[in-house]
């Protein structure tokens, strides 16, 4: 799970404040490594014990240091690992997502605000300084809807393009509906219609 941060590289003192307390940056010593330009946190909050991997980027070469004050409350971009980068790439292109860009082992889609994109699982544990244990990660992406229909329907295409449904729609306990495909790499997905949030023609949510 990738977030961009607009800073020049040799501001590590900012980047390093993203991971005070209840995080811990794996790369302090990053100012003999000017070559890097992003500093990986692990982000212990994840109940279960399982700590959520952040990259955070420096693309560009001036900012205002008021930026760098606080991580904004956005996520722009979210990887996920293959291990099968033909497997990958036909799911979601079954599901009818349009590549934006592909190469070798890397393969992106836009999704509304942000980007979606699938890498070579040995090589996004690599990059996240992470050890790949082989199963779930504590990560659930989800997929909301507009109506109940519309999940069951969500939950038919994934099938068909080769996922697993692992719990078919039904009504939750906060009076949504909602059910979870499995993806052809293993990573779930709820598809949730729930009334009390408000989906946007542009596909955004908000919790109202």
């Given at each position: 799970?990738?977030?961009d941060?607009a800073?020049?590289?040799e501001?590590?003192?900012?980047?390093?404040?993203?991971?005070?307390?209840?995080?811990?940056?794996?790369?302090p010593?990053?100012k003999?490594?000017?070559?890097?330009?992003?500093?990986?946190?692990?982000?212990?909050?994840?109940?279960g014990?399982?700590?959520?991997?952040w990259?955070?980027?420096?693309?560009?070469?001036?900012?205002d240091?008021?930026i760098?004050?606080?991580?904004?409350?956005?996520?722009?971009?979210?990887t996920?690992g293959y291990?099968?980068?033909q497997?990958?790439?036909?799911?979601?292109t079954?599901?009818?997502?349009?590549l934006a860009?592909t190469?070798d082992?890397v393969?992106?889609?836009?999704?509304?605000?942000?980007?979606f994109?699938l890498?070579?699982?040995?090589?996004?544990?690599k990059?996240s300084?992470?050890?790949?244990?082989?199963?779930?990660?504590?990560?659930t992406?989800?997929?909301?809807?507009?109506?109940?229909?519309?999940?069951?329907?969500?939950?038919r295409?994934?099938?068909?393009?080769?996922g697993?449904?692992?719990r078919?729609?039904?009504?939750t306990f906060y009076?949504?509906y909602s059910?979870?495909?499995?993806?052809?790499e293993?990573?779930?997905?709820?598809?949730?219609?729930?009334?009390?949030?408000?989906?946007h023609?542009?596909?955004?949510?908000t919790?109202?």
């Amino acid at each position: 799970m990738l977030v961009d941060l607009a800073a020049e590289p040799e501001l590590d003192a900012h980047l390093l404040d993203l991971a005070p307390e209840r995080r811990t940056a794996q790369q302090p010593d990053r100012k003999a490594q000017l070559t890097r330009d992003y500093l990986i946190a692990h982000d212990p909050i994840v109940g279960g014990g399982a700590a959520a991997t952040w990259s955070v980027s420096c693309k560009t070469a001036r900012a205002d240091a008021a930026i760098l004050r606080a991580m904004e409350q956005r996520v722009t971009l979210i990887t996920l690992g293959y291990r099968d980068y033909q497997r990958a790439r036909d799911f979601y292109t079954a599901m009818g997502w349009a590549l934006a860009w592909t190469d070798d082992d890397v393969i992106f889609f836009q999704a509304g605000p942000m980007v979606f994109a699938l890498w070579d699982r040995e090589k996004l544990a690599k990059d996240s300084e992470m050890q790949d244990s082989g199963g779930w990660g504590g990560i659930t992406l989800a997929y909301n809807t507009n109506a109940p229909e519309e999940v069951d329907e969500v939950l038919r295409q994934a099938e068909a393009a080769g996922g697993t449904v692992a719990r078919r729609g039904a009504k939750t306990f906060y009076g949504g509906y909602s059910g979870v495909f499995i993806d052809s790499e293993g990573h779930p997905w709820e598809v949730a219609h729930n009334p009390s949030w408000t989906l946007h023609e542009d596909g955004s949510v908000t919790l109202a």
